[in-house]
Every structure is written in C-alpha cells, then in structure tokens.
C-alpha cells in the first residue's frame, strides 16, 4: 500500500549494491529498497565496499535513492556516519558479516531504530553441515557465528528473518520483535499463473551452487527423493 505521507529517512547497509539480476539476496533487497521508495521514504544506501555498481547505482538514483560510493566514503564512513546518523530515523542493517562492522557506531551516534536483517542464520546453517558432516570446522563456524549474530540481534530494535524456522529460534531467546519477512515483495503478480499441478510438469531449481547447502540440497533431491 502506498503510504505517501512516511516521510522517515532510512539508511539500507549492505555488502554491496543490489545485483538484483544475479542473485537472490540482491533480489530481494532491491524490492524492499523500491518498497521503501514506494511509503514514502527517503532512502540511502552505502554498501560496505562503497563501488559504483552500473547499471544498478544508476538505476537506484533513478529511484530517487541516495548511494554513497567512492574513495571518499571509502576512506570517511566512521566520519561520515558520526556526523550524519542523528538525521535518520530508521537504520536497516543487513547480513551479519557486514552489520556487524556498523552496529557499534550506529548505536553510539544515533536515536534511529535499528533493524537487523539476517538473510538466513550462519550459525544454523553451520551447525546443520556439522551434523551431517561432523567437521568441527563446521562446530567451530557455528559457535563464531552464534556470538555474532546474537550481538547483533541482541543490539538491533527489531530482527527480520526469512522463514518460520528461524523465527521460532530467535523468539526463545530475544523479547523483541523479530518478524518473519517475505524474500520478496512483488508490486504485482501475473494473473496467468497455474497453480493447478497436475497439469505441470518439468522442475526447475534455480540456486547459485557457490553456496554449499544449494549444491547439497540438489544432491540430496536428485539421489533421495526424485527416484
């Protein structure tokens, strides 16, 4: 719904400017950005390695959001975001390895309410391979993720994840707001859709196999399940 009048100023940090074309993580935040976009909002997004990813930096700026990228903010981001946080009213930090870099000096200079977008959770997904693979790599990741992520979730107003799961984790041990969120938002959907299967047919998985649980869930289905 189109909410004109929010008139909040916003700053998105991630790891990079969305590709929404490439990945899902990408994806998915470019819908929220475009939601934000859409209440009313003004937006500003700094990812942490501060390029000026084309065409989607253009694109972004087209949207009417602010993207802070060169060597100068490069080199200035403690400076910049000590001078600067006290004018925004939402922060919406994203993905622990990158949020926890910022949510220290967030804290300290501003008021805004904090959001701390997990994506999925490190330390569970760790934990997974650890039982099945029973590497203490894999223990060792997910106690150094577990410390993290709780830090964050811990300083953070409100905690989105993705999927109910990882919601039911965090709500044992966090009295705070933690939502589970849509991966995406679609302003509108094709009508066409059959949702009648017995008339389909074919699979198509679509995961970037750098990523080992995608490369382990396609194993898993091709030799567990499809037979």
Known sequence: ???????????????YVPNHDKDAGGKCTYMYLK???????????????????????????????????????????EYW????????????????????????IIKRFSKAKVIYFAHDLHHVREYRRYLLERSEEALKLSEYWKKIEYELFSKADVGHVVGDYEQRVLQKDFDKPIRNIPLYVYEELPGDINKDFSTRHDILYVGGFGHPPNEDAVIWFAKEIFP
């Open 35 to 77: 939601t934000l976009v859409r209440m009313g909002a003004h937006v500003t997004f700094m990812g942490d390695n501060f390029a000026r990813l084309q065409p989607y930096t253009d694109e972004l700026n087209q949207m009417g959001i602010e993207v802070l990228y060169g060597n100068n903010y490069f080199l200035n981001w």
């Open 81 to 104: 975001l000590s001078r600067n946080l006290k004018y925004f009213d939402y922060v919406y930090l994203q993905r622990p390895h990158i949020s926890i870099k910022y949510i220290d």
């Open 1 to 15: 719904k189109d909410r004109s009048r929010f008139k909040k100023r916003v700053l998105v940090v991630d790891h």
